[in-house]
């Protein structure tokens, strides 16, 4: 699977929009982009994941480059609860079962 | 929630005591897995069991006993632990082949004395 780089921590302010990039230059064309959360102590909550196109759901949007060597988490209304570790994790479908979290971004969402 | 239970939520032992981890999925899926996470390290993952059997052992010791009596289910047996033992232990579980989504329950906060 990829590797990836995330900025180790960022901090957004309450109900702005935050922005979290991932680099993975070296993705493959078979290689999705997952995203997942961790609170603290807490399990890690999937997000939302993509291939190419830029994906929605009820909690973010990513966006993925053209040349998919790079994407962009989206939370559009950032709240305190949204505080937390984001891993980028990029891994082809079908292959090894473990997920690969790196050391995410902390993103503290403050008042 | 994440349709994936985990219990107990903390669990504290000493090194000769027996006990175990339940998981509990309710999402149908077929795929399920443990993973440890120690203070300031990144997940690990330590077994896997697709359609009740473990396909993936990824070298841990046998004082962890991993048990899977059908698909919604998945037992961690503890016994014998040690001091650094003590994690997060994580289950997750994940749906039909061509979906690499996992989703994970809270986790059981295990202290070793």
């Known amino acids: 699977d990829a590797k990836t780089t995330q900025p180790p921590s960022m901090d957004c302010a309450e109900g702005r929009a935050a922005n979290l990039p991932c680099n993975h230059s070296t993705i493959s064309g078979n290689e999705y982009v997952y995203w997942y959360r961790q609170i603290h102590s807490q399990g890690p909550q999937y997000i939302i994941h993509g291939l190419k196109n830029n994906e929605t759901n009820e909690m973010a949007s990513l966006i993925i480059t053209e040349d998919r060597k790079s994407s962009t988490l989206i939370l559009p209304h950032a709240t305190l609860r949204d505080t937390a570790v984001y891993y980028c994790?990029?891994?082809?479908?079908?292959?090894?079962?473990?997920?690969?979290f790196g050391k995410g971004t902390k993103l503290t969402v403050n008042p | 929630e994440t349709g994936v239970t985990q219990t107990p939520r903390h669990l504290v032992m000493g090194m000769t005591n027996k006990k175990s981890l339940k998981c509990e999925q309710h999402?149908?899926?077929?795929?399920m897995y443990w993973y440890k996470q120690s203070a300031k390290k990144p997940l690990e993952l330590m077994f896997v069991y697709n359609f009740k059997e473990q396909t993936e052992n990824n070298s841990v010791p046998s004082r962890f006993s991993p048990e899977c009596p059908n698909s919604s289910h998945l037992f961690l047996h503890l016994h014998t632990l040690q001091p650094e033992d003590s994690a997060l232990y994580l289950c997750?579980?994940?749906?039909?082949?061509?979906?690499?989504?996992?989703?994970f329950g809270p986790g059981t906060r295990l202290t070793v004395l």
């Open positions: 999402l149908g899926h077929n795929a």
């Open positions: 994790i990029v891994r082809a479908q079908g292959g090894s079962e473990k997920l690969v």
């Open positions: 997750a579980s994940r749906g039909e082949s061509g979906t690499d989504t996992q989703y």
